[in-house]
């Protein structure tokens, strides 16, 4: 194990998730990795570093760990402690300002914390979006009238984070307005619908493209695509992401090169210009109109299960190139990617994304051989055991999606727990 040999920078990734398992299983191969801490973590994360029992937006927990462990750098996985402000919360403790913490300031993590905040962006940067307006309570009236000059399906979003439920797509006007009005007078989703945004439905095939930046320059990662819907055939119930796909074959070198100079671009020259701080990932959910990318959502992260495809593409030193976002030497490091495509499979407990039992035991881990087993919601009590909605991704690698794909679905039968389901026709689209 090569990290096992020169070791210097102590990292704490925050998350439990799929996603903070990739990062873990990259960040511990590298050389420049000693001590590795995920909080809280899972059975997986546990296996290549520490799990500890810190809640991730208790930032006065988390300084008094960081302080006594000498932790170097900080990874955030989700979007809580950055919309609750922890890079900020870091900045303005003199003795938490030397350690690096990714991900954007307070006010930067608002493109994923406010729809409002992030169209508004859009529209001062000139970066191409569907059409919108918010409303309140105060101007429902209003927010009827554009309705009606809208034509269906209609899109409601409530401004802040609704843990991914928040956006309602409906057929009917009469539907539409009810929603509406229970959105922004019974507060359907609380606060987070105080305020909502009602945009031009956009239709074409959705992608999404990463970005890890320093503030001043970018890397684009590798673009991915996901499934959110529970059923096949893409029916039934969102979830936070039934699988991914990376490359995405239609994201050809041209398209990408179209969504640099119209989207990234203009977001990140729109950062600086508003002087809003931004150190770490910024993932940009698009959809293809036609040919024209335009921007559905920003969120302030890596994807889930998206890093599960987009990390393990990476062959250089994460961690080098993260540490490099602080210490000025971003733009000096390469990037590099391999060729071979990614899959991942999520394995799924029962009742998901509805109610879900957990504490079901999982056999046949250690029988995998063709995929990396990222854990996403497990826990090791003497045995793994089932802990969250999704469960396990499995990554696979190939030279084609469709190679890839058969090796994931060849590992996911060999994983059993009760009530395992997994949707059987990821990628099948592409
Ligand atoms: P969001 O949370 O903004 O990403 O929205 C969740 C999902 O709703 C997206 O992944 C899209 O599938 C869909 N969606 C959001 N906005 C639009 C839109 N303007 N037109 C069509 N579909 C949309
Ligand atoms: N998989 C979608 C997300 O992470 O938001």
Known sequence: MPWKTIKNMNVLILGGGGREHAFAWKIAQSSDCNKLFIAPGNAGTNEIGTNINININDFENIKAFVLSEKIELVLVGPEDPLVNGIYDFFQNDHQLKEVSLIGPSKKGAQLEGSKKFAKEFMARHNIPTAKYQAFTKDNLQEGYDFLEALKAPYVLKADGLAGGKGVLIIDQLEEAKAELKAMVTNSKFGKASSTVVIEEFLSGIEL??????????????????????IGEGNTGLNTGGMGAVSPVPFADRFYLEKIEREIITPTIDGLKQDNITYKGFIFIGLINVKGEPKVIEYNVRMGDPEAEVVIPRITSDLLNLLKGINNGTFSEHDLEITDEVATTIMLVSKGYPGAYEIGKEISGIETVNNSIVFHAGTKNDGCVKTNGGRVIALTSFAETIDLALAKSFDSAKKISFDGKYYRKDIGSDL
């Open 208 to 229: 999404s493209v990463f970005i890890l930046t320093d503030g001043e320059s970018y890397k684009v990662l590798p673009s991915a695509k996901d499934y959110k819907r």
